[in-house]
């Protein structure tokens, strides 16, 4: 693979002038790469003829500087990977430390862990279809959707103080019990939430320009996204009916009555709808949940500061916003985790780029990139 | 000597009229675009943010005016004022009250369609002289898409020049009668559009795509530069409101004698504001689907508005 800008192709038009190829550098710091992404493009005229994404640009050693870490201190670390669904990388980074030293969850945590992921879930959608429509140029419906992750933004500072980065599931539990109210809360947003989303759906999937700009674009055909790994709502936009919350059950998901969007033509719409679906899925979830949450602790009883698993290795994983996130940990005993490795899904989302992008126009690669939905934190660690 | 007086008299107040009408169009699409995101605008400088674009007009001025090491110095510098001073003078012979304009030409209408549109050129030299491969291709899709556009508006405007029989603006408005709006509903939906495509603004903005081509053709101005080009945006929106309120909803003629200004104004504003709505609601088209609307969709309707007016005209 050559990176090299000037690995530009020559051709001879009909009358024989030299025809060169355009290349575009898109980014690292370029509007709709939603973080850090570098894309080569070669245009003929507006038609891309290669894309080549270039990663590396948010590359902050996450996974090493765990090493040097204790077993709780890494959790923080955690939240940075995908900024915008830091829930996940917690849970799924705590679930493998769990099933390393053997702790047992007490249900409640296990409640709360759910309904958080499942906020998180909602708030890291908005964000994607919010983006997805500025990528396009239509800034109000960004702004409609980031009103809907605010009030989400807002509970979660209530529950643990911060706003991005939440350091909320820890080893054992989680770190605060649900303040007074906050369920209330909680509920009447689920109520309004799905009054904002048919708004939604109304104003930018019935929008005729909406649908001519994500209808046919980005095709991916079910068997690719199973041959490069794809998961989340870029595999179910292609009609692969993979969630782990259904197809590997973890945590308390089997108690809940939901069910798994798919799309069928595995263009940019369908990649869209799926995560306009997930949205409602996420407040039955948040109803059920809500409504069946016992009492009980919120952490694991006598559980040490100083986590030292016995020497062994754990692997788990959960369904983020973007799709499939695992955690692997190797252990030597002691109190720091001997190698820890994320399988980051926008990682393996993002390699889709050039496949489903080349051939489309450069307004389309924008768009393209948006359905995929990476965040760089998670890309590059 | 008095034409050259009467030139720069004109000249003079034409530029405070694009100046205001900039500041009143920045201030209105911030406003109406923050009313229509549940946001509030411009609020904290002066009453109700109306400092704000004083403000903003001075940073403006008074900013580094930068020149790219790669671009072409020379033509990189002039190439504002040519997007620039075809739409100012395009100004110049829409009438602005019942029976007067600035200049009263035979050829007037001619003269608001070829002019303003010579802007191209400023706009494919920009993109070009900045050496810069998003000002490239935003100069490119630019000159496309300007030129495609012409076309569909210059059909619309012929309707009304048939059932005016003149192509003096002042003849048009006096011979304005009311049924026109509905004989001519089609024309004015097509001139209406293919204006917006015309001044380059949502949802046709894509020689200046911001998602994709960060700023198209002037990516890389600053400065004084950068807000000619934003005055000749809105410069071409004032002209393309006021001569739409003028020709084809004849608003001039809509309370007696001088008092038609009142309704005039109005009606440019309320023209304008919907170009604000319509760029704020939607979101932007594809290069191929811009040019589909334009040879598909638009020019086949404005023929058809032709034969309509065809039609009628032998019975009047």
């Known amino acids: 693979m050559t990176l090299e800008v000037e690995s530009r192709k020559e051709t001879l038009a009909e009358d024989g002038l030299p025809v060169e190829e355009l290349v575009v550098n898109v980014g690292p710091s370029h509007p709709s790469t939603h973080g850090v992404c570098r894309v080569i493009v070669h245009l003929d005229g507006e038609i891309v003829t290669r894309a080549e994404p270039v990663i590396g640009y948010l590359h902050r050693g996450i996974e090493k500087m765990c090493e040097n870490r204790t077993y709780l201190q890494v959790v923080p670390l955690t939240d940075r990977l995908d900024y915008v669904g830091s829930m996940y990388a917690n849970w799924a980074y705590c679930r493998a430390v769990e099933r390393l030293a053997g702790i047992r969850v007490p249900e409640r945590a296990e409640y709360l862990r759910v309904i958080v992921c499942e906020m998180q879930r909602i708030a890291s959608h908005m964000m994607s279809l919010g983006s997805a429509a500025a990528d396009t140029g239509a800034a109000t419906m960004f702004i409609y959707a980031f009103d809907e992750r605010e009030t989400i933004v807002e509970l979660f500072e209530d529950l643990c103080g911060a706003r991005l980065t939440y350091n909320y599931v820890r080893p054992g539990g989680v770190s605060f019990d649900i303040p007074e109210g906050w369920t209330d809360r909680l509920l009447e947003f689920c109520r309004t939430h799905r009054v904002a989303l048919r708004e939604m759906d109304k104003l930018w999937f019935g929008n005729v320009i909406a649908r001519g700009r994500m209808k046919g674009i980005g095709v991916l055909a079910a068997d690719d996204a199973v041959a490069w790994g794809a998961s989340g709502p870029v595999a179910r936009g292609s009609g692969v009916n993979w969630d782990l919350r259904k197809h590997d059950p973890y945590s308390v998901y089997p108690r809940f009555d939901f069910d798994i969007p798919t799309g069928s033509a595995g263009d940019v719409y369908d990649r869209a709808r799926v995560r306009l679906y997930e949205c409602y899925e996420s407040c039955r979830i948040i109803e059920q949940a809500v409504a069946q949450m016992p009492g009980g602790p919120i952490k694991a009883e006598g559980l040490q500061r100083l986590i030292a698993p016995r020497p062994g290795d754990a692997y788990d994983h959960i369904e983020s916003a973007r799709g499939s996130l695992g955690v692997y940990i190797v252990s030597e005993g002691g109190p720091r985790p001997h190698r820890v490795k994320f399988r980051s899904p926008a990682f393996c989302n993002l390699a889709l780029l050039p496949l489903i992008a080349e051939g489309h126009m450069l307004s389309d690669l924008v768009v393209c990139l948006g359905s995929l939905d990476p965040v760089f934190g998670e890309v590059d660690r | ?316």
């Not at chain 2, 304009?101 to 608001?112: K, M, N, R, T, Y």
């Not at chain 2, 802007?119 to 993109?127: H, K, Q, R």
């Not at chain 2, 934003?230 to 071409?236: D, F, Q, R, T």
């Not at chain 2, 979101?283 to 086949?300: E, G, H, I, N, S």
């Open chain 2, 1 to 316: 000597m008095s034409g050259l007086l009467g030139g720069i008299v004109f000249g003079l107040v034409g530029g405070v009229a694009i100046a205001l009408s900039t500041m009143v169009g920045v201030y209105g699409e911030r406003k109406i675009a923050a009313k229509i995101q549940r946001r509030f605008g411009p609020q904290e400088t002066g009453p109700y943010g109306l400092l704000q674009l004083p403000a903003d007009t001075l940073k403006m001025i008074l900013k580094e005016d930068i020149t790219p090491r790669q671009a072409d110095a020379r033509i990189f510098k002039i190439a504002p004022y040519f997007v620039f001073v075809p739409i100012a003078m395009g100004l110049v012979v829409i009438p602005v009250a019942a029976g007067w304009a600035a200049l009263d030409s035979s050829i007037g209408i001619l003269f608001f369609l070829a002019v303003p549109s010579l802007s191209v050129l400023g706009i494919l030299i920009a993109g070009w002289s900045s050496g810069n491969t998003y000002a490239t291709i935003g100069g490119m899709r630019g000159a496309a898409q300007m030129i495609s556009y012409e076309l569909p508006r210059t059909l619309s405007v012929l309707a009304v020049v048939i059932l005016a029989g003149s192509l003096r603006p002042v003849d048009v408005v006096q011979a304005w009668r009311w049924w026109w709006i509905p004989l001519n509903f089609i024309g004015i939906v097509v001139y209406y559009i293919s204006s917006i495509a015309e001044l380059n603004r949502g949802p046709f903005d894509i020689p200046e795509s911001e998602s994709e081509l960060v700023a198209g053709y002037f990516a890389d101005y600053a400065g004084i530069r950068w807000g000619i080009f934003m005055m000749s945006e809105y410069g071409g929106m004032l002209a393309a409101s006021l001569f739409g309120a003028a020709i084809f909803l004849g608003t001039l003629t809509w309370l007696p004698g001088p008092f038609g200004i009142i309704t005039f104004l109005l009606g440019t504003g309320v023209i304008g504001s919907s170009m604000i709505w319509v760029k704020w609601t939607f979101p932007r088209m594809r290069p191929d689907q811009l040019m589909t609307t334009a040879w598909k969709v638009l020019t086949p309707l404005a023929l058809v508005q032709l034969v309509i007016v065809g039609v009628v005209v032998p019975w009047l």
